[in-house]
């Protein structure tokens, strides 16, 4: 029974570049969650998901983040023209439906802009 | 808003000596309280959930246990490979976890 998987693991991108990461939730998860951790910081909530849809985004900065969670295929967390301040580890994680369920994480993609 | 406080903010340990880390919490309507541990490098490891205060759960060397203001995880005798950032979460009115900035434990042999 895999556990969340996120690729890449790590990601270099330049100062304007595209990133793209990827999540595939356990299966029979059908809640998607993104955050990103800073040095020093905790997790920060970016976005839930599920299937085709944006449940929650209030994370989520105004400009060059989107996300999505199509019928088929891994979630994914697009970053459009990267800065040094991207630079970060991105988590997914994914949960049964219903409230009171905890989190399991990937692995985490480490993105870092140079 | 929820928020999560987490102290102390990094605790040593000699390995055998017992210790308390704290989780102070404000949130509307609590539907759970989670623990989780995280090494470096690597994603969150669940631990236990929380639902009400009373409760107690326990795991290993590991206890958990929930007041209405805060959580508080006990290591008793602990070892090096405890060694790790322990985050606390919680999960009020929305689906989201909010978490604390963790506590990183380091126990010496």
């Known amino acids: 029974n895999a556990g969340v998987m996120q690729n890449p693991r790590h990601l270099v991108r330049r100062r304007g570049q595209e990133a793209r990461l990827r999540c595939s939730p356990m299966k029979g998860h059908s809640h998607v969650y993104w955050y990103r951790q800073l040095p020093e910081e905790g997790l920060k909530f970016m976005v839930y998901l599920q299937k085709e849809n944006i449940i929650d985004e209030s994370g989520m900065p105004k400009e060059r983040f989107s996300a999505e969670f199509p019928k088929e295929g891994p979630s994914i967390l697009r970053i459009q023209q990267v800065v040094r301040g991207d630079s970060a580890a991105y988590f997914c994680?994914?949960?049964?439906?219903?409230?009171?369920?905890?989190?399991?994480f990937g692995s985490g993609t480490r993105l870092t802009v140079v | 808003e929820d928020q999560v406080t987490q102290s102390p903010e990094a605790l040593r340990l000699q390995e055998g000596e017992s210790s308390s880390l704290n989780c102070s919490y404000t949130?509307?309507?609590?539907?759970?309280l989670f623990w989780y541990r995280q090494d470096p490098g690597k994603g969150p490891e669940f631990l236990f959930t929380l639902y009400s205060a009373g409760e107690e759960k326990e795991k290993e060397r590991l206890k958990a246990t929930l007041t209405k203001k805060e959580s508080f995880l006990h290591i008793t005798a602990p070892k090096p490979e405890d060694s790790a950032t322990y985050l606390c979460a919680v999960q009020g009115g929305s689906e989201k976890l909010v978490f604390g900035k963790g506590t990183k434990l380091t126990v010496n042999p």
């Open positions: 949130v509307s309507g609590l539907r759970g």
């Open positions: 994680a994914s949960s049964p439906p219903g409230p009171g369920y905890g989190y399991t």
